[in-house]
């Protein structure tokens, strides 16, 4: 089992809603990865979670939250966000020297 | 910081081609490296990673590295239209976390 879920797979939010990402894996990975991709721009990354905890932020502005509850979900909290955050945001796991990537969820910011 | 340098492209050959992408890495100390392909709108999915000096082969997939010029490719064999996407070279970054970072990818087109 090689796969990594994200949820939802679409999401459309206003500026001032507060809404979830979810990323959840079971191949016993204890490094997660966000990234952020915009159109026809390679994946930016955001956060790294190592064995539960928040080893690197990108920088990445306060409007995004990350938390990791166990070993296998890693969420991102979004709250206050602008249109220029939509893009396709992907979730990646990486035990050894493999890294996969869930499916994405594609968010849209109105 | 570790840059990883591709041609945009469009990248255009005909079916049953050779294609030949190409990739450059800044950082001495790289040691695996990664491709992966990605349909529009889809996620990035993992075809290749190499590590040693010189050919590896899956299939119509040969990665190839070059340490000594700081050079990895991608030829694909036999090229299909189901093989018209985006490949994204990677390296991992160990001052980020051990995450990949990507080149901005080739664009490929197979016509049929």
């Known amino acids: 089992d090689t796969e990594v879920t994200q949820t939802p797979k679409h999401l459309v939010m206003g500026m001032t809603n507060k809404k979830s990402l979810k990323c959840e894996q079971h191949?016993?990975?204890?490094?997660m990865y966000w990234y952020k991709q915009k159109a026809k721009k390679p994946p930016e990354l955001m956060f790294v979670?190592?064995?539960?905890?928040?080893?690197i932020n990108e920088s990445v502005p306060s409007r995004f939250s990350p938390e990791c509850p166990n070993s296998s979900l890693l969420n991102l909290h979004l709250h206050a966000l602008q249109p220029e955050d939509s893009a396709l945001y992907l979730c990646?796991?990486?035990?050894?020297?493999?890294?996969?990537f869930g499916q994405g969820t594609r968010l849209t910011v109105v | 910081q570790k840059e990883v340098e591709q041609n945009s492209g469009p990248l255009s050959v005909p079916e049953g081609a050779i294609a030949s992408l190409n990739c450059t890495y800044s950082?001495?100390?790289?040691?695996?490296f990664f491709w992966y392909r990605q349909y529009s709108g889809k996620s990035p999915e993992l075809i290749m990673f190499?590590?040693?000096?010189g050919d590896k082969e899956d299939g119509r997939f040969t990665a190839q590295l070059n340490k000594a010029s700081q050079y990895v490719s991608l030829l694909i064999r036999d090229s299909q239209p189901s093989d018209s996407a985006t490949y994204l070279c990677?390296?991992?970054?160990?001052?980020?976390?051990?995450?990949?970072?990507f080149g901005k990818g080739t664009t490929l087109s197979v016509s049929s």
């Open positions: 190499i590590y040693s000096n």
């Open positions: 990677a390296v991992y970054d160990h001052q980020a976390g051990t995450a990949l970072i």
């Open positions: 950082d001495q100390g790289s040691q695996s």
């Open positions: 191949m016993g990975h204890r490094a």
């Open positions: 979670y190592s064995y539960e905890k928040l080893s």
């Open positions: 990646a796991s990486r035990l050894n020297t493999e890294a996969f």
